[in-house]
Every structure is written in C-alpha cells, then in structure tokens.
C-alpha cells in the first residue's frame, strides 16, 4: 500500500551537487525508519546511510562526512545531499521505507533513480 518514489538523478558533472529526494504516500511515514542504498555497475547494493523515526542518522562508514541524509515528515519526504560528487559514486540510488514493530517489520523500496557521470 505504500509508493515509493525516488527523484533527483540524472547526468551529473564531476565535483557537482547531488541532492536525491524521496517521496512515500500512506500515513506511516513519521513512524518509519527511512534509508539510502545504492548500487554502482558489477557491485552489490550497499548501504549509504539511514534516519530514524526520531531523526538519529547512521552512515557507512565509506560515505561519512561526505553524504549527509534527512527527512522532511510533513512532506513525506527523504534527501540525500552530497556535494563534490566523484566518479566511483556514480550508481543507481535506492529509497527504502521501513516500519512495523519487533515482531514484525515491514518494507518498502522505490524504483532507483541513477545517476550517471558527465565527464
């Protein structure tokens, strides 16, 4: 019953700006625990970082200090901001939304959107 839609993807130049945006419908967004995945050309999907319901972040350890995630609850929506954006980052990029209790969780995922390099 939950839409995920990722946007924000598209050619960016070497050293540019990119900033993700995720967008789900329902009415469990608050309460969800909320995530940024990615998967570049031959690797597996890896983790790039995630915020709780409460606001707390956690980020890999390969991206810390150079993505930054957040979330806007009264628009539903998640970002992924990283300035400087380097070439081995270039990867399909995935919205995850997840909530429930300890007995039973439940999870959503978006499309992808990718996000190519314009050398």
């Known amino acids: 019953q939950v839409q995920v839609v990722e946007s924000g993807g598209g050619s960016v130049q070497p050293g540019g700006s990119l900033r993700l945006s995720c967008v789900a419908s329902?009415?469990?967004?608050?309460?969800?625990?909320l995530g940024w995945y990615r998967q570049a050309l031959g690797k597996q999907r890896e983790l790039v970082a995630t915020?709780?319901?409460?606001?707390?972040?956690n980020y890999a350890d390969y991206v810390k200090g150079r993505f930054s995630i957040s979330r806007d609850n009264p628009k539903s929506a998640i970002y992924l901001q990283r300035n400087n954006l380097q070439p081995e980052e270039t990867a399909v990029y995935y919205c995850?939304?997840?909530?429930?209790?300890?007995?039973?969780?439940?999870?959503?995922w978006g499309q992808g959107t990718r996000v190519t390099d314009s050398s």
């Open positions: 995850s939304i997840n909530w429930g209790t300890v007995y039973r969780r439940y999870n959503s």
């Open positions: 329902g009415d469990i967004f608050s309460i969800s625990d």
């Open positions: 915020i709780d319901s409460r606001g707390n972040t």
